[in-house]
């Protein structure tokens, strides 16, 4: 995606890499059996390991080692047979440890890629660097009450899979992109929700400049928890702007931590960057180097489920679907299982217009995902088939989609119980047609020498027969009635 900005005195490039923490589903934490659920009681899901109580042991949670194996997988990563926690050190008061524990030297994930969609049907891919097990922290709660800040250390433990990405993305349209993608696989493999509002899903964004043609890259500043889709485009290119001007105006790029201003839409300072040699890391004695076999890996690899890049490529070569259609149908695994069901014996580009255009578009409309759907794909499919067979119209199968989709009753049943089907007999359609040409000699006259105007006579007797007439045959009949057929 070629994407510059024109400054004053030429043209400059994005650079930008990623930095993802990704909650992964697991119902107790990362180290020690506490409950990991949203939105429970403040201090309510919380052990003893947690608190940083003296003395306590973490024992690793086996099955959030799977979890990142299984991302790692679906990101065509190297697994790492042997990784190791090391103690990231710092102070904060939603950190009772005083230490994250988390993965640095040898992370449980090493080098994959994320392939991500260009609006021109192309693909290009963004290099993962690595992927690492770490502890999510506390939260402080400022403000909620007058004069303090509020701690709750239910989050303290939690599981978050950090995936950083090598700094690949040159657009900040890119940035959207691959954090789509990337949620959307990670759903699929079922290790994290991807929900962004509630924080299993949090964004970093380096972004640094340099000019058009220069191999070097410029000082980056890292800008914390872009929150949104929407704001992850907006931050990335305020800030590359920033820069810019500050690099054109004779300054120096400062490397430091921002924060984005979503009211603003500005970063602003938080602190100097630190360094890695600031946080002291060191193995942490409590926890042994962690060693996977061979035999588990296998077993997680042939658990994955078909990838939504798979996908994508059999919906192009099985049902002719456009590249775009078809990336748009798996995005959620569970909206192209819907596809399928629909299109299993009918025309598949038929049910793909009315998946994404139809059911998406009411979906929206009502706020709903897809997982609750009030339409079931059987249901969508019969509409179809009232279609292919004649017994309604098009402009009819739209009203009966809408109410199927609102009353939940079936299609076939709308159809008979409110007279639906189609009227195919000429005889019926004829009466209605000279009708019209009677009482307007003068639009018929105009008919005759524009064929245009035919156009309005059968938007006429469609009207006139509640959108049912079968709208080839009205075109028959009217050009007949006018002398040219
Ligand atoms: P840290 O933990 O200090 O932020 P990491 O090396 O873990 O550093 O990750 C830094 C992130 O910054 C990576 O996503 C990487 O792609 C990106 N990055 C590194 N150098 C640059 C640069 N010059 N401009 C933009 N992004 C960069
Ligand atoms: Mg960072």
């Keep these: 995606m070629a ?6 005195t030429g043209e400059w490039e994005l650079v930008c890499g990623l930095e993802v923490h990704a909650q992964v589903i697991s119902k107790a934490k990362l180290f020690s059996a506490a409950a990991t659920e949203f939105g429970a009681e403040p201090n309510s899901r919380v052990s003893p390991v947690d608190a940083g109580m003296p003395g306590m042991l973490p024992v690793l949670n086996g099955f959030c080692v799977e979890q990142a194996v299984k991302t790692g997988l679906a990101l065509e990563a190297e697994i790492n047979r042997v990784s190791i926690f090391e103690r990231k050190n710092y102070f904060y008061p939603d950190l009772p440890q005083g230490y994250q524990i988390s993965q640095y030297q040898q992370p449980i994930v090493g080098r ?20 690492h097990l770490e502890q999510d922290a506390g939260k402080s709660l400022h403000g909620a009450r007058e004069g303090v800040t509020l701690i709750d250390l239910n989050r303290c433990g939690v599981a978050l899979m950090e995936i950083v990405s090598e700094p690949d993305i040159r657009a900040p349209e890119e940035a959207v992109l691959y954090l789509k993608k990337l949620r959307s696989i990670l759903r699929y493999v079922g290790t994290c929700d991807g929900n962004m509002e509630e924080g299993s899903l949090r964004c970093d964004a380096n972004v640094s400049v340099r000019r058009v043609g220069d191999p070097r890259f410029g000082t980056r500043c890292e800008i914390k928890n872009v929150n949104s889709m929407r704001f992850v485009a907006k931050a990335i290119e305020y800030e590359a702007r920033r820069q810019v001007d500050i690099l054109e105006s004779g300054g120096v790029v400062e490397q430091e931590t921002r924060l984005f201003d979503a009211a603003r839409g500005e970063t602003r300072s938080m602190r100097g960057k630190e360094e890695a ?13 962690l060693e996977l076999d061979e035999a588990l890996i296998e077993r997680l690899r042939a658990e994955l489920p078909e990838l939504p890049d798979a996908k994508r490529a059999r919906f192009v070569s099985d049902y002719g679907l456009s590249a775009y259609d078809a990336g748009v149908l798996v995005a959620e695994r569970a909206a192209a299982d819907y ?19 139809e059911l998406f578009g009411a979906l929206a409309r009502r706020g709903l995902e897809i997982e609750a759907c009030p339409l079931p794909a059987e249901a969508l499919g019969e509409i179809l088939d009232l ?22 009753a079936r299609p076939r049943a709308i159809v008979e119980a409110k007279g639906l089907r189609q009227v195919t007999d000429a005889g019926a359609i ?24 035919v156009g309005w006579f059968v938007g006429q007797v469609m009207k006139a027969t509640g959108g049912k007439a079968n709208p080839a045959l009205v075109n028959e009949l009217v050009k007949k009635a006018l002398g040219l057929g």
């Design 387 to 408: 279609l292919a067979e004649g017994t309604i119209s098009g402009k009819i199968a739209k009203e009966v989609f809408q109410e199927a989709f609102d009353s939940g």
């Design 339 to 357: 596809f399928e069901a629909v299109a299993k014996g009918r025309d598949a580009k038929f049910a793909a217009n009315w998946v994404i255009n």
């Design 277 to 289: 040699h600031d946080y002291r890391y060191f193995p942490d004695p409590d926890l042994l180097p």
């Design 112 to 131: 994959g890629r994320i392939l991500i969609d260009l609006p021109d049907g192309t693909s290009r891919a963004i290099g993962i660097t690595r992927l």
């Design 3 to 8: 994407w510059t900005i024109a400054g004053r």
């Design 430 to 453: 004829e009466p209605v047609v000279a009708k019209l040409v009677a009482d307007n000699p003068q639009q018929a006259e105009n008919a005759r020498k524009n064929p245009k105007i």
